[in-house]
């Protein structure tokens, strides 16, 4: 149970670096998080991308 917990713990660390990294390349690194296709600002960091990619994205 403890070893599940920790992984999931360090799988949304990840997800909060990525997040973080990809605001930082869309040129706002005062963001969370930003769209990996067209950059805006996303508000959750467990998303890759807006809710408008994300339909496009998703086929
Ligand atoms: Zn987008």
Redesign the pocket.
Known sequence: MFETQYNEEMEAEVRRLEAKKRAEEAGHPEWDNA?A????QVASTDDK??D??CRTVQT
Not at 37 to 40: A, L, N, Q, T, V
Request: glycine residues 12%; aromatic residues 12%; proline residues 0%.
């Open positions: 769209c296709s067209c950059g805006c991308y807006c408008a990619c």
